[in-house]
């Protein structure tokens, strides 16, 4: 089952492209743009992972949400232009897990959306990409029926793909994320990882010219 995330954005543009984003990378949503209109759509519907809120909205503001993000135990990453310390440290205080300024990299914020999730105990268990299951508490790989037995770099890499499928990843946060920061190896070391997934699991895996690797459909 995917993750269900809870957009709450009054710009056109940003919210659509937070639904655009989501939806790439798996998960399932529902976007609004009025802060009352959250009230009255919780009451039928609450049933979600995440919240991701603006705090200047029409009709209640972001920070007046939370109480209610509280009460069905949704947790909140604020996306705000309001750049103050003050904002930032009341936002924290009262619950939310992230403050985000815009304008913000959307590669960071479905990061930081998935480490959320594992933190609070609600990522996906199981991963899927076309015929390929990932089983992240068992860490076991299946196609069809059939386990696969996979390096744990590998599988690491794999992982890591599906997470944030049609999003480009550098070499470098590849070897951060996988590796460990620790790793003081060259980047030809993730070229040759990644070519022997591509390889042996048919993965649709697209080099982008200077930039790393992006799974895509």
């Known amino acids: 089952m995917k993750n269900r995330i809870l957009i709450v954005e009054d710009d056109r543009d940003i919210r659509e492209s937070l639904a655009l984003n ?14 009352a209109e959250v009230v009255r759509y919780l009451e039928n519907d609450h049933r979600f992972d995440l919240a ?11 920070f ?19 750049t103050d310390v003050k904002s930032r440290v009341y936002g924290l ?3 939310a897990e992230d403050y985000i300024v815009k304008p913000f990299e959307m ?8 480490k959320i999730l594992e933190r609070t105990g609600r990522s996906r268990k199981t991963l899927e990409y076309r015929d390929l299951t990932v089983d992240t508490v068992m860490h076991a790989v299946w196609r069809g029926g059939e386990i696969l037995h996979l390096q744990p770099l590998e599988y690491e890499l ?7 499928k049609n999003c480009t990843l ?48």
Request: aromatic residues 10%; glycine residues 8%.
């Open 52 to 62: 991701l809120l603006d705090v200047m909205l029409p009709g209640l503001d972001g």
């Open 93 to 95: 205080r009262e619950g």
């Open 170 to 217: 550098s070499r470098e946060r590849l070897l951060s994320e996988v590796w460990g920061y620790s790793y003081f190896g060259s980047t030809r070391t993730v070229d040759t990882h990644v070519s022997r997934i591509r390889r042996d699991l048919n993965l649709n895996i697209v080099t982008v010219p200077k930039c790393g690797y992006r799974l895509e459909d």
């Open 107 to 114: 590669l960071e914020l479905l990061v930081r959306i998935e």
């Open 22 to 35: 989501l939806d790439l990378s798996g998960y399932a949503y529902v976007a609004l743009e009025d802060g």
């Open 158 to 164: 794999l992982v890591k793909f599906i997470r944030f």
């Open 64 to 82: 007046s949400l939370m109480e209610e993000m509280k009460r069905y135990e949704i947790a909140v990453i604020y996306l705000t232009a309001k």
